[in-house]
């Protein structure tokens, strides 16, 4: 338990830092998407067998790491959606050259995961920089929202599920998860972004602007939907690899991977939902 506090402080830590030096320092939050989405990709990889398999873990972990860094050198949206559509493209025929060329040692199900993935997991995150760039000048607290209503809704449903979790949620996939858990990690996730929402209205904007407690509430709502879906959809992946965590580099959390789960698949809903329903009025 302690080792997992420390953790959490740490990475609020580094997300703060993220935040403040974000007008100095913009390209932080892209290297650190960078960072996670080639570290995750890494983990993936080394949970089938394949770390010292280099035409697939070298192709894989450059794309994922240039692939949110490519906005930091094309601001036009048109030529931005053109680079990344050819890196994608330039990726995919990689892989599956390798998949030719290599036939006898590779198989369809081991490419077929790591090219899903690659794809899959800097592209949703890589929406975390979309919200920044929608919200202009509000864009950091759109960022906040994303990653901090995953990870809020991953610990209230942890601790209610300690204290009070008696009914299996997918015993088959995700043997500790409960619905006592699922519970909480719905209260503590609305209240949590109604509380955002009501100390940036008042003490960081102080009035200026406008707040939407409804978009505020249905992401506390259905991004809390979107974090058991990204946790059980890797604890799925997990068993199939039979591996308790994608791996050590965070205490008490496990892998990179296990701590952004639930982030990939929150981040895209919040990036979706905003641009119907904006959060900032």
Known sequence: MKERVASGITLLIFLSAIVVFNDSFPAALNIAISLVSALAVYEIISALGLAKNCVLIVPSIVFSAIYPLIPLFISQQKQLNIVQQAAYFAYTVVI??????????????????IYSMSLLIPSALGTIINLRTFGG???????????????IADTGAYFAGSLCGKHKLCPGISPKKTIEGVIGGFVLNIIAMIVFGYIFHTVYYEY????????????????????????????????????????????GHGGILDRFDSVIFEAPFVYFLVQLMPIVL
């Not at 050259?97 to 006898?104: D, Q, S, V, W």
């Not at 308790?244 to 580099?249: L, N, P, R, W």
């Open 137 to 151: 000048s509000h864009g950091m607290f759109y960022v906040i929202i994303a990653i901090f209503s995953a990870w």
């Open 208 to 251: 200026s602007v406008d707040i939407s407690y409804v978009t505020l509430f249905i992401i506390g709502f259905f991004g809390t939907i979107m974090s058991i879906l990204g946790d059980l959809s890797f604890s799925l992946i997990k068993r199939s690899c039979h591996i308790k965590d994608f791996g050590e580099i965070i205490p």
């Open 96 to 113: 599956f050259g390798a998949l030719i060329f290599y036939h006898k040692f590779l198989t369809f199900r081991e490419v077929g995961v």
